[in-house]
């Protein structure tokens, strides 16, 4: 007999963020590998100690940033929308599942204002890469290839061996070209220009 289910959407459930993250997801092995604490030291110095209101810990913003780039998330709005749905992004972030997420804009103001003056993402990705070298993680060469096929004519008994280099400082100003996009779209003038703070 087939029966038409009761809506479950708002029922009360007692879960755990810990339970619903798959035991071999990628950010468990991150998570449990790299030391992300030191980044708090790291930036003290780019905060006040006694005015202002109480800042997003920094450890998440960058943690935020590194979930954009693992995953490819190239608008911070949509990074921010990810976040609000997806648990083991949450888990990573430590926040629970009825905690309200940043805003974009906290984002965006605080990559734009807070860090850009100095090296600090560089440092930064540089520390994480240290310790994942250190646990084996990874190697010091790696190869990324694009598998869009192309007609060409081309020489087959001759190539030529090319490396190339994808950094942190692309993904930040592929965020920059979006919220101009966006920007634009809503009938806003583009952001100033900043220098890119990954020399």
Known sequence: MLKNPSSKQFALEMVSLET???EDHL???INSTIE??????????LYCVDNGRPALDPVVLFKILFIGYLFGVRSERQLMKEIQVNVAYRWFLDFNLTDKIP???TLSQNRRRRFNESSIYQEIFDKI????MKKGLVGGKVLYTDSTHLKASANKNK????????????YLSSLEEDINKDRTLHGKKPLK????PLR
């Open 129 to 132: 890469v240290e310790q994942a």
């Open 36 to 45: 992300f604490d030191f980044i708090r030291d790291k930036v003290a110095h």
């Open 103 to 105: 805003d974009a804009s």
């Open 27 to 29: 950010l468990r092995k």
């Open 193 to 196: 220009a900043v220098e890119n």
């Open 20 to 22: 619903l993250v798959p």
């Open 159 to 170: 190539h030529i061996l090319k490396e190339v280099e994808q950094t942190p400082k692309d």
